[in-house]
Every structure is written in structure tokens, then in C-alpha cells.
């Protein structure tokens, strides 16, 4: 069974930096894409970042590229989210996702595609 955990969330003040980390069990990260969203109440979940399984292409939604940053590291089984200048929109529930379908150098921004997901971390942004 595919679990996920993310930690790293917390309270920030505009314009600070948080790093968001997503283990995941056995081979889960190397074999899977791997994406971060986020949700606020009464919202979607909106779809942040993704990376692929061979950590040869990344994917941004508009509003977080040149901020967010997303990436791995296969010995730790581990995908983070570096969050720089971070602003009061950005407050939401951050979670990691799997998704098993894309093939190499390959992922995507659709929610549906992604069949496993973990708890999620909160993360506030306010002065």
C-alpha cells in the first residue's frame, strides 16, 4: 500500500521561506511522478508543481513559478517543495500526491492522474 507523509509546514511571515518534504514508502517516489497541491476551504485542490519519476522534467502552475521549486531525492525516498518569498495566498493545506501513468521525463497537472495521496501540512503565511 502507497502512504505518503509531508512535514514542514508551519507559520511564516510574507516573504519567508518554507520547505515542504513528502516520504514516501517503498519505491513509490522512483517509480511514480510526484506532485504538490494545495487547498483551501470551499475551494479545488489546485495543482502547484509535479516533477517525474526520473526527475528529468518538472511542471509549474503559473502563480508559483520562479517561487516554488520542486524536486527529489531517491535515497530518501523523498520529494520537497522549496517555497521562497511566500505571500498571504499562499496559506492553504499542502499535499503530496503519486501519480503512476506518465513514462519518462513526462508529468502532469491533472488532478485525476494522481492516485495516491498523503494527509497534508498546513501551512499559514501572515504577519
Known amino acids: 500500500q502507497v502512504q505518503l507523509e509531508e512535514s514542514g509546514g508551519g507559520l511564516a511571515q510574507p516573504g519567508d521561506s518554507l520547505s515542504l518534504s513528502c516520504v514516501g514508502s517503498?519505491?513509490?517516489?522512483?517509480?511514480?511522478?510526484m506532485g504538490w497541491f494545495r487547498q483551501v476551504p470551499g475551494r479545488e485542490r489546485q495543482f502547484l508543481a509535479a516533477?517525474?519519476?526520473?526527475?528529468?522534467?518538472?511542471l509549474y502552475e503559473d502563480s508559483v513559478k520562479g517561487r516554488f521549486t520542486i524536486s527529489k531525492n531517491d535515497p530518501r525516498k523523498t520529494v520537497y517543495l522549496q517555497m521562497n518569498s511566500l505571500k498571504p495566498e499562499d496559506t492553504a493545506v499542502y499535499y503530496c500526491?503519486?501519480?503512476?501513468?506518465?513514462?519518462?521525463?513526462?508529468?502532469?497537472?491533472?488532478?485525476?492522474?494522481?492516485?495516491?495521496w498523503g494527509q497534508g501540512t498546513q501551512v499559514t503565511v501572515s504577519s
Open positions: 500526491a503519486a501519480e503512476p501513468y506518465s513514462g519518462l521525463k513526462q508529468v502532469t497537472n491533472i488532478t485525476d492522474r494522481y492516485n495516491y
Open positions: 517503498g519505491r513509490t517516489v522512483l517509480s511514480h511522478a
Open positions: 516533477i517525474s519519476w526520473d526527475g528529468g522534467k518538472t
